[in-house]
């Protein structure tokens, strides 16, 4: 199983999550006043999280504001160099290919239809079908009862957040030009490094290879 992110994996998108949570943390203060202080920004899934506990109505226009970040970053999303070839050679190497997003399905399924990615795809998951957002490991839930048990499985992503919940799922990560940076922070160890996707073919030939 060859899992894939979609916002700077798959696509290149200006999608701002910082920009988006800083939106959606000045409507919950203005529906119910200030929020706990702490030292780091909080992130949408906080932001929902903390939505849920304590101001379950603020919910829906909390997603709107997410939503349509979300319309504005993909409309201008353009395909990253490799991906088709990295899905596809996943698939030759003997990988169900999926997509796990934070996304809603909408926006998702929109831009793999728009770059032809739909059909190398065997599922996509995205925000509408999860419990929880990532780094939370529940869209590995979704995918894990889909296809059942896989001795072997991987996650490709650029962030932390795809790397904290490869690691809660017990899943192998791959890093695609992630900061090492906010890897160290988060104590993610990634089996691969890659700053060019289409070199992920050879990569899960190699693994495959290893493993007989």
Known sequence: MCVFDLDHTLVHTPLDLAAMALDMRALLETRRGPLPARPDRYRVGELIHWCQAHAPDVEKPLWEIALDHERRAMAIA??????????????????????????????????????????????????????????????????????????????????????????????????????????????????????????LSEWLHARVRGSK
């Open 78 to 199: 353009s395909l990253m160099p490799g991906a088709r070839e990295a899905i596809e050679g996943a698939r030759v190497a003997g990988f169900a290919t999926a997509v796990w997003t934070n996304n809603a399905r909408e926006i998702s399924a929109s831009a793999l239809e728009r770059f032809d990615l739909l059909s190398v795809l065997d599922l996509v998951v995205t925000r509408d079908e999860m419990r929880a957002l990532k780094p939370d490991p529940d869209g590995w839930r979704v995918i894990a009862e889909h296809f059942g048990t896989h001795h072997d499985a991987v996650v490709v992503g650029d962030s932390w957040v795809d790397g904290v919940a490869a690691a809660a799922a017990g899943i192998a990560f791959v890093a695609y030009r992630a900061k090492q940076a906010d890897l160290t922070r988060w104590n993610i160890t990634p089996v691969a490094h890659l700053t060019d996707l289409a070199a």
